[in-house]
């Protein structure tokens, strides 16, 4: 029986670390009795919020 097993890969964050991009997750989430989908789209949305300019939310005129 051959038991070649690899181990996943893993990589620390250190300080020198770049980090790409993120979306925040509010610290009451977890807590709150919702989906795992409805979190992930309360999520989205408030990074759209947070993403946009005052500008972007004025209307046309």
């Known amino acids: 029986m051959n038991n070649n097993i690899t181990k996943p890969k ?31 789209i309360y999520v989205l949305l408030l990074h759209r919020a947070k993403s946009r300019s005052p500008a972007d939310s004025l209307p046309n005129l």
């Open 10 to 40: 893993t990589s620390y964050m250190r300080a020198d670390t770049e980090i790409t991009g993120f979306m925040p997750y509010p610290c009451f989430l977890p807590a709150c009795s919702l989906s795992p989908t409805a979190k992930e």
